[in-house]
T-cell receptor, first 108, second 112 residues
Framework: QKEVEQDPGPLSVPEGAIVSLNCTYS??????FMWYRQYSRKGPELLMYTYSSGNKEDGRFTAQVDKSSKYISLFIRDSQPSDSATYLC????????FGAGTRLTVKP | DAGITQSPRHKVTETGTPVTLRCHQTENHRYMYWYRQDPGHGLRLIHYSYGVKDTDKGEVSDGYSVSRSKTEDFLLTLESATSSQTSVYFC???????????FGSGTRLTVV
């Protein structure tokens, strides 16, 4: 079993839809949780950062962490075609572990 | 990309040859990382550095070595390239503990 599990998709939604992306993990020691967005043939870029449990909102993006269930989520409201990318969850600090990524397509 | 550059961007090499990839940063960050990205596996840590001459192994370090003689440069060497090392290699830097990583644009390496 991988330390971080993420459904690879692909996920296709119409423009304006609410998107839910999820990851589960097994290491209860993780305290830092992040979401990265990666466009084709580019490096990942940090999208959201959360410390410990709770919610964090930034514009159309909301990150949730439930440490009791070892489950993290990223919600995208009013999705746009420009949101089409691969989304990677990540956790840890020095030895950061990444999910395999979920490929999202938002259709106009 | 926010003061981090990788070179070369693309490389094709033959099995058994040594290969060195370079990561250069202008942010003066202490922490630097080398990852490889493969379909179905996501990003996996090869080696990382927490200062000049201070390095440690990651999850998939076999067949790779690193060096950091200056704060700004972190080199990844494939000692004897194999086809299983065909991948996209990303370098990343980190500021403080509460900062995420900033990634370079990647090096696409093909070993034939």
């Amino acid at each position: 079993q991988k330390e971080v599990e993420q459904d690879p998709g692909p996920l296709s939604v119409p423009e304006g839809a609410i998107v839910s992306l999820n990851c589960t993990y097994s290491n209860s020691a993780f305290q830092y949780f992040m979401w990265y967005r990666q466009y084709s043939r580019k490096g990942p870029e940090l999208l959201m950062y959360t410390y410990s449990s709770g919610n964090k909102e930034d514009g159309r993006f909301t990150a949730q962490v439930d440490k009791s269930s070892k489950y993290i989520s990223l919600f995208i409201r009013d999705s746009q075609p420009s949101d089409s990318a691969t989304y990677l969850c990540a956790m840890g600090v020095d030895d950061m572990r990444f999910g395999a990524g979920t490929r999202l397509t938002v259709k106009p | 990309d926010a003061g981090i550059t990788q070179s070369p961007r693309h490389k094709v090499t033959e099995t058994g040859t040594p290969v060195t990839l370079r990561c250069h940063q202008t942010e003066n960050h202490r922490y630097m990382y080398w990852y490889r990205q493969d379909p179905g596996h996501g990003l996996r840590l090869i080696h990382y550095s927490y200062g000049v001459k201070d390095t440690d192994k990651g999850e998939v370090s076999d067949g790779y070595s690193v060096s950091r003689s200056k704060t700004e440069d972190f080199l990844l060497t494939l000692e004897s390239a194999t086809s299983s090392q065909t991948s996209v290699y990303f370098c990343a830097i980190r500021g403080g503990e509460e900062n995420g990583y900033t990634f370079g644009s990647g090096t696409r390496l093909t070993v034939v």
